[in-house]
């Protein structure tokens, strides 16, 4: 299939230089924040590539433009490798600012993929975030007040976690406890679940519901990616969801998971539900409660193999002098999606 | 501790005690049904008889994974529930007997769960906001179409803290989590 899959995108996209270099594409700005937009962009453009970009800028968007081509992520690899081919790159680097508070505590929530136009396998998936308090030390020291200087560290962090391929990453110090009441059908390992293709997530929260579906779908992809996972391309995975006509978040039919089937090289499907998402960024020392729940399905017999959920609040567990208080709620996200993911694939947390 | 001051330290207690948690349950259970018969269900997705829009859609969604993790029972993907349902002419929350038979037919299962939210909402007590749910599910077994058990669970929210101290509530997500285990602890003990 995968050899399959290369032959049709080598004849959609003949000729990719072989040298071609990456693509930081523009920020997908979930925020409403432009200011804070930017200057990730411009600290990714930095980290990624710090003796310049082979692509131009200017001529990246326009052909975006051009194609039509909105989200990076909901395009089809066929789409993307047509866009390689204007501009000459071999690879794209999507990000996306899902938060950005600028007060009374500046949280910065970041998420990115690279895409590869010729592969019908996600490249690279990774997230990143970053509250002012993260660093508190006593005596107010090491707090970071200015929200741009928290967005360009948080930015640097995810390029560095990409120019590393680390997997570990960053909150491997603080996990998670184990989620309990899960259920487990046989155990599993990232090679046992072969390519699985993310569907987005859906969200039952009261306000924002679409933002949280989409974080929790980005998290949902840097953490199986993590854990060594194949995953399909999610603008395969949104080109069989759009020409079969559904909206489907959260769940799935079976003669969608059949033309999926037909259509991806996947063997499983994960999928889940945010049930609550409270950033409590208002308060000055935020306490995030978040609930979430997921499971993976069996693509060829629709079983659902998998299913777990969590609820925490970021003082659960903050332990003496509150040193391992969680204030960011994509953080808490990030680690109850790491613990829940390990669940499922196995590991130490 | 001075023996003035213990009885009303248990009386705070027992008020705290009563504060929280549940409220009462009804149950029905069909006594000739051998429910070991049920290996795999269907969720059909529940009712909103409350005034919060998310409620069914949530606690439906708890359901499902309740039910996965009490590892008694195999559970049908809602979306091929969804599915299911709009094949079947006039068939939504509350199907009849005909139409659960067919259910059972089109996905397999012996037994389909079906129910409503009816209240799901933010009750204010003074300062205290208070979560309230109250989920009813069904059991209906497809060869007959018949109810074999069905249960209302009522699940008041937030610790005695909450209530006591006028500290902050639970999110109703938690309060939905709880009522649907309660039940489904009911029906799978």
Known sequence: ?349 | MSRTKLPSLLALLALAACACGGLRTTQFLHPDFNFAFVERVAVVPLENLSDDTQAATRATRLLVTELLASGAVEVVEPGEVRAALARIPGAGPTPSSEQVVALGKALGVQAVVTGSVTQSENMRSGTVVVPVVTVDLHLVETESGQPVWAATESVRGGGAGAKLLGTGGEPISETTRRCVRRLVRRLVR
């Open chain 1, 1 to 349: 299939m995968r050899v399959a899959w290369a032959l049709l995108l080598g004849l959609a996209a003949p000729v990719l230089a072989a040298d071609a270099g990456g693509a930081l594409l523009p920020i997908q700005d979930r925020s409403g924040d432009p200011a804070l937009a930017a200057e990730v962009q411009a600290a990714l453009r930095a980290r990624l590539f710090p003796q310049g970009e082979q692509v131009d800028a200017a001529g990246l968007r326009d052909a975006m433009r051009r194609l039509r081509l909105r989200d990076p992520l909901e395009a089809p690899p066929r789409l993307l490798a047509e866009l390689a081919r204007e501009v000459g790159a071999g690879w794209f680097f999507a990000a996306t600012l899902h938060q950005a508070n600028r007060e009374p505590v500046p949280q910065v929530t970041l998420a990115a993929q690279v895409l590869v136009p010729a592969e019908p396998d996600l490249a690279w998936a990774g997230f990143a975030c970053a509250t002012g308090l993260d660093g508190r030390k006593l005596l107010g020291r090491g707090l970071v007040e200015d929200a741009g200087e928290l967005a360009r560290g948080t930015a640097r962090r995810l390029a560095d976690d990409y120019l590393r391929g680390a997997r570990a990453g960053h909150f491997a110090t603080r996990r998670v406890p184990p989620a309990r009441g899960g259920y487990l059908r046989a155990p599993l390992s990232a090679p046992g679940l072969g390519a699985v293709a993310v569907i987005p997530f859906d969200a039952v929260t009261d306000r924002e519901a679409a933002q949280h579906s989409a974080v929790l779908t980005d998290l949902a992809l840097a953490a199986l990616h993590r854990r060594g996972v194949r995953l399909v391309h999610p603008g395969l995975v949104a080109e069989v969801l759009l020409q079969r006509g559904v909206q489907s978040r959260g769940e799935l039919d079976g003669l969608t998971r059949a033309a999926l089937g037909i259509a991806t090289p996947v063997d499983h499907i994960f999928t889940g539900t945010a049930e609550s998402y409270r950033s409590g960024a208002t308060s000055q020392v935020p306490d995030p409660w978040i609930a979430f729940s997921a499971r993976a399905l069996q693509v060829d017999n629709g079983h659902i193999v998998w299913a777990d959920g969590l609820e925490r609040r970021g003082s659960d567990g903050s332990g003496l002098l509150e040193r391992n208080r969680v204030h960011g709620a994509g953080c808490l996200a990030e680690q109850m999606m790491e613990a829940l993911v390990g669940g499922l694939v196995g590991g130490s947390s």
